[in-house]
């Protein structure tokens, strides 16, 4: 804030002439007076006519007095006072709230944020951080693990814990059941355990499983080509794996295995399933192809 404090003001002098004061006509001989544009006043009549009023104490401020000036309100000295603590603002920083002037301690403590960390006033213009309705300096802001300020960097809270991202990632994120780096975003879940999509991969030709179909063998992952090559009962007639993936029933007979569509008569080709049969060496036959044997 400025203060404007008699700049220039008007100038006293003793007379020894016959002159008289402009307005009250009183002889000035031997008196102080003020010299004015339209002539010499006596101090009595300088106070009374061209004296500007304290805002204060809503009395004159006279030709004698110190006058300190702030938006168009004029003060004594005296009177240019903090309307909290009383503190004389003539030589020190001040806001002014309304029409109370402040001094900068008084509105810090009444109008400024205090930081959640050290409780001690955020002052106006100082770098701070706001986060969730709070406000801590910047330099008070720091990690709850590394106790490093996290300053402009990304952070992760946690309750009333506040974490640097690389800090939360080795405290509290999951980490890949392959290669034990943490999971930053979205991965996978088998057996209750989390992936990263690019690690889920088939046991037998890494080719990755995250969104396809694929089954297991000995908690191993497979997918559906390696685990019939490698698992899979061979169907009898077409030599293929059985997997029961896709809707896919199979015929168990003694050690062989066919699929459903593949479980036909060796002679005429009818379907067999549900019907019976008569097995001729490594051969199944309808009962009629049986008969003309």
Known sequence: ALISAGEGGPQTATMTECFDCDNCKESLYGRKYIQMDNGPYCIPC???????????????????????YYEDRHYHEHCFRCFRCDRSLADEPFTCQGKELLCND????????????????????????????????????????CQ????????????????CVPCYESKF??????????????????????????????????????????????DNPYCIKCFGNLYAKKCSACTKPITGFG?????????????HNCFNCARCSTSLVGKGFIPDNDEILCRDCSSDL
């Open 148 to 163: 490093q300020p996290i300053g402009s960097r990304s952070f992760i809270p946690d309750k009333k814990d506040y974490y």
């Open 106 to 145: 008084c509105y810090c403590s009444e109008f400024s944020s205090k930081c959640v960390a050290c409780e001690k006033t955020v002052m106006p213009g100082s770098r701070k951080l706001e986060y969730n309705g709070q406000t801590w300096h910047e330099h008070c802001f720091i990690c709850s693990s």
């Open 247 to 259: 809707g896919g029933k199979y015929v168990s007979f003694e050690d062989r295995h066919w699929h």
């Open 46 to 68: 300088y106070d009374a006519h061209f004296a500007n009023t304290c805002d204060e104490c809503k009395e004159l401020i006279g030709h004698d007095c110190r006058e300190l």
């Open 173 to 218: 994120a999951p980490r890949c059941t392959r290669c034990q780096k943490t999971l930053t975003k979205g991965g996978v879940t088998y057996r209750d355990e989390p992936w990263h999509k690019e690690c889920f991969v088939c046991t037998g030709c890494k080719t990755p499983l995250a969104g396809q179909q694929f089954t297991s063998q000995d």
